[in-house]
């Protein structure tokens, strides 16, 4: 197991353009959650899955935020009409049940 | 009541040095508190965790503390080392719940040689 997958790991992208994260968690692990970080804050919770249920989402997701996670397996991300403001890093973490979470690396957006 | 408040912003502890971390929280419902441990450029890392049923766990050089009567919890990093600099996070969540972290806001560590 190489621990928790996010593809890619820096996108670069103008403003207005449609862009999809990736998320391959450890295996069988049920939760999984995606997280914003902006330089020099700590992550922020934006949703998260019970298996392919998406079970909370904050309200930092608006309407252009959408996510998946098609029969419990990997997870994306997608972010629609991109905005200066969503320049971040976007991670992605797992966990099984109460267990401690474990995170990737992060995809890096910048929008231009 | 969701917050996590975290002190210091940064701290400098010489080689060989105790670093010490606070973090208070608010909500009751937490029972879960993890320390991550993050360099530049990269994801967080979780470091050790402890649940309200103990008041302290060690595991190497890496101690949390916690205070459940003050809501408090902090990590004591012992005999640190250039290679602990990083930006360390504390965090809570509601382990029945949804199991979402609420992490502090951070602190990054200089040791000096």
């Known amino acids: 197991d190489t621990g928790v997958s996010q593809d890619p790991r820096h996108k670069i992208t103008k403003r207005g353009q449609n862009v999809t994260f990736r998320c391959d968690p450890i295996s069988e692990h049920n939760r999984l959650y995606w997280y914003r970080q902006t330089l020099g804050q700590g992550p922020e919770f934006l949703t998260y899955?019970?298996?392919?249920?998406?079970?909370?989402k904050s309200r930092l997701l608006s309407d252009r935020f959408s996510a998946e996670r098609p029969k419990g397996s990997f997870s994306t991300l997608e972010i629609q009409r991109t905005e200066q403001g969503d320049s971040a890093m976007y991670l992605c973490?797992?966990?099984?049940?109460?267990?401690?979470?474990?995170f990737g690396q992060g995809t890096r957006l910048t929008v231009v | 009541q969701q917050q996590v408040k975290q002190s210091p912003q940064s701290l400098i502890v010489q080689k060989g040095g105790i670093s010490i971390i606070n973090c208070a929280y608010e909500?009751?419902?937490?029972?879960?508190f993890p320390w991550y441990q993050q360099f530049p450029g990269k994801g967080p890392a979780l470091l050790i965790a402890i649940r309200p049923d103990v008041s302290e766990k060690k595991e190497g050089r890496f101690t949390i503390s916690f205070n459940k009567s003050a809501k408090q919890f902090s990590l004591h990093i012992m005999d640190s080392q250039p290679g602990d600099s990083a930006t360390y996070f504390c965090?809570?969540?509601?382990?029945?719940?949804?199991?979402?972290?609420?992490f502090g806001q951070g602190t990054t560590l200089q040791v000096k040689p």
């Open positions: 965090a809570a969540s509601n382990s029945g719940n949804t199991g979402k972290l609420i």
């Open positions: 899955f019970q298996n392919e249920a998406q079970l909370e």
């Open positions: 973490a797992s966990s099984f049940e109460t267990a401690g979470a474990f």
């Open positions: 909500n009751t419902a937490f029972d879960y």
